[in-house]
């Protein structure tokens, strides 16, 4: 009796294990297991209500919605109250914060801060990039290639610029007998000659005076991101010249509605004709355009900013190259630009807020974020270059830079605390102490109210998604969560905080890693390395991460025994530019020794048995599980390479040309980078998994690895296809399938029953 009472116990023990255990078709319904955490906050005019997009866990679709800043009053708005009584996503104000200007469905609209508006157009073709006039009794905006301006005490909407498409018109060159004809017309009927003729004369006159205004632009050729000096006599454009003979790729679609197959239009390759561009300055009195010669060419091109007063200009540029970057001060007088700061990096210009810049209220010195000393942080420097210096410093970065509304102190979010967390910081315009506002571990995305005296928050850790919550915007003000979104499915599991390790790699560097360790290793003790996409990422840190379906993945693989590490490898970021630009002209170098590495940690600290390690990860992180199978097989004995890149050659241009610069200039970098020159080297079990549809990396990029393999002769290699799936995938039964096949990957490789024969 007393056996079957331990049997029943053990039994019931065990089921109510088993009903707790996570399943993988169970994680890989996302949020709808998870939770949709709110997005698009934004405060209203009044500083009072803070609006979002949102999922409330018992609605079945998004929608927005509005809350006070105390919590109360939530409400969900309809789609016709989300038009007409929402705070719109993004506008400007005017300097007193009285007056917000917004485009809304394609038409402007000015905005009271009680959240009131009043149209000013309604037309059928859409506006788009408003801003106020320099003396703010104008609004002046783009609609169709053209800037335009409307005052605000009334008027008819004004023509500034006069950009056309085409050629611009001839003379009328006539024939002799054309001519004699034309002149015989006029000579034999009235209506051709006399006050007729003179006012025909007289308008073609006018018209040859308005095209002598216009610009023409080619067929290739566009005018974008309009903006009217604040004097009113300048519009800056930039101009772009395409080149037809850089060849866009197509992407099939297989499943479609109509049974027939499409092609999707896709990106060019790196390495073909790129844009040309150049900063232009179209005079409003008479239509001259001057150009700014610093400036052609660029493969960036940002600004014109210009300062409190008006009277200065500051743009922004990355050579065609990508390894310098220059902050110009202009004259749009005469096009005259002076340097700043220019910036050189032997490998790329990047890292965080690398494009911010801008004025200082005095007018006379600019700002700008720079990786100079290794790190991203924040600089001062007179409009004409001299008196440089830096006023914050240390192995941390500077996120975000702004200057407060009333140009008295910053706003800044950093990582001084930890590498790990985000927090938001105030600090005087000069530098010096800086103020931590927010508290707690883990990553702080503030939204400031209007007033900037109220923040709104959207806070997670390691094992929470991201809540919003109010919180006052002074030191010592208190967070209070405002919805709670995450589903009580989600809630009901202990989720872990992953430890944050460190450890060595071969030349002396400090690696981070996640580390996921089983209660109960399973026998032989195998591991995984999960590799993070996107290179430039940073996937070790202490909140909720965007890889939240492979966070609950790990989970599953804790509960069957593996011990799990991700990786911030060279390349990561969060680590300053060394460790960003650590895998410059070498991709697959010391991002995929750190991997290495860390399997030997795992080994040398854990007992992991070094035959049983797998590796996988998506789009970087498949392309690194390839160059691992190929050229450290004895390493890895299964791999997942998910959507991965194959053949840098076929990638785009702006991320590869700035890492491997371009395959007809550097054939070494682009070979020693791409895992299908090693494809001869696997030995260990390999899955890819792709979608068919994937307009990142496209399917071609599996299809021509998998003609490798065939063609060499290797046998242990499967692909798996998703019809109907891009880069990130969209359904649900595709992600389960997709993590059911590469669980079984592990289980069927890594576990002791298969391994006696290796």
Known sequence: MERLLLALLLGGLTALLQAQELTIDQVMEGEDFLGVSPSRVRWGGDNQHIYFRWRAPDEKEEATYVIGREGSGLKRLSEDEEEEKAWPRSGRWDRQRERYLAVVQGDLYLYSPDGSRRPLTQTRQPESNPGFSGDESKVYFTRGNNLFTLSLQGGAIVQVTDFRQGRPPKEDELPENKQFLKEQQEKLFEQFSGDRKKAREKEEERRKKEDARALYLGKEESASNLQLSPDGKYVFFQWTKRTSSNRSTTVPDYVTQDGFTSDRSARPKVGGPQPLRKLGIYSVADGQVRWVKETEGAAMLLGPVWDDSGQRAAVWVLSADFKDRWIYS?????????????????????????????????????????????????????????????????????????????????????????????????????????????????????????????????????????????????????????????????????????????????????????????????????????????????????????????????????????HV????????????????????????????????????????????????????????????????????????????????VTDWAHYNHFYTGRILNLPQGDREAYERSSPIYFAEGLKGALLICHGMVDTNVHFQDTVRLAQRLIELRKENWEVALYPVEGHSFRNATSWADEYKRILRLFEENLKPAMIGSR
Do not use: C
């Open 330 to 562: 202009l004259n749009p007088e005469d096009g005259q630009a002076v340097i700043i700061d220019h910036l050189h990096d032997e490998a790329w210009v990047g890292g965080p807020a690398w494009t911010t810049f801008g004025w200082m209220p005095n007018g006379e010195d600019t700002y700008f974020i720079s990786e100079q000393d290794g790190w991203a942080h924040l600089y001062l420097a007179s409009h004409d270059g001299s008196n440089r210096r830096q006023i914050t410093s240390g192995s941390w970065e500077v996120i975000r830079a702004q200057i407060s509304a009333d140009r008295s102190f910053w706003h800044l979010v950093s990582s001084e605390q930890h590498w790990g967390e985000r927090h938001y910081y105030t600090m005087p315009l000069q530098g010096g102490a800086r103020t931590r506002i927010t508290q707690g571990e883990g990553r702080h995305d503030i939204f400031l109210s209007p007033d900037e005296k109220h923040l709104a928050v959207l806070f997670s850790t390691s094992n929470r998604p991201p809540e919003l919550f109010y919180q006052p915007g002074q030191q010592g003000g208190q967070r209070r969560r405002l919805v709670r979104s995450t589903q009580s499915d989600f809630l009901a599991h202990p989720w872990r905080k992953p430890q944050l390790v460190e450890f060595t790699a071969r030349d002396g560097a400090r690696v981070p890693a996640r580390f996921y360790k089983p209660d109960r290793p399973a026998p032989g003790r195998p591991a995984v390395i999960f590799v993070h996409g996107a290179g430039y990422l940073q996937n070790v840190h202490k909140w909720w991460s965007n890889y939240y379906r492979e966070y609950m993945f790990h989970h599953i693989l804790m509960q069957r025994g593996y």
């Open 565 to 644: 590490l991700d990786i911030d490898y060279r390349g990561s970021a969060g680590r300053g530019r060394d460790w960003r630009t650590g895998i410059y002209r070498h991709m697959g170098g010391k991002d995929l020794t750190d991997q290495v590495d860390g399997a030997r940690w795992l080994v040398e600290s854990h007992r992991v048995d070094p035959l049983r390690i797998g590796i996988y990860g998506g789009s970087y992180g498949g392309f690194i599980t390839l160059m691992a199978l190929f050229t450290e097989p004895d390493v890895f004995a299964a791999g997942a390479a998910l959507r991965p």
